[in-house]
Nanobody, 126 residues
């Protein structure tokens, strides 16, 4: 069983930065793809970025490419999402997910089944 906990959300002004963390208990995050999703009020869930199990494959949605960076610290069993140059449209609840049926390539990110955290709120004001 995997339990994921996100942290690091908050309120920042446009152009600011935040670093989100996704920490796992119960299983190492090295086994599976780990991805970040976000959902804004009234909008569909969006796959933002993912990291392959080897740590070499990364996907970024066009909306965040060049601004967001996903990384992993295996010693801390934590995956990070560094978010720079934040925009008001980045405002959402951010969730991390992992599992054997989360798929990640440089051009594709898909969730079929797995585990989710409860999310962390990111609010970007003008």
């Amino acid at each position: 069983q995997v339990q994921l906990v996100e942290s690091g959300g908050g309120s920042v002004r446009s152009g600011g930065s935040l670093r989100l963390s996704c920490t796992s208990s119960g299983s190492t995050l090295d086994y599976y793809v780990v991805g970040w999703f976000r959902q804004a009020p009234g909008k569909e869930r969006e796959g933002v970025t993912c990291l392959g199990s080897t740590g070499e494959t990364k996907y970024y949605a066009e909306s965040v490419k060049g601004r967001y960076t996903i990384s992993r610290d295996s010693a801390k069993n934590t995956v990070y999402l560094q978010m720079n140059s934040l925009k008001p449209e980045d405002t959402a609840v951010y969730y991390c997910a992992t599992g054997a049926k989360v798929y990640c390539s440089e051009n594709h990110f898909e969730y079929s089944d797995g585990w989710w955290g409860r999310g962390t709120q990111v609010t970007v004001s003008t």
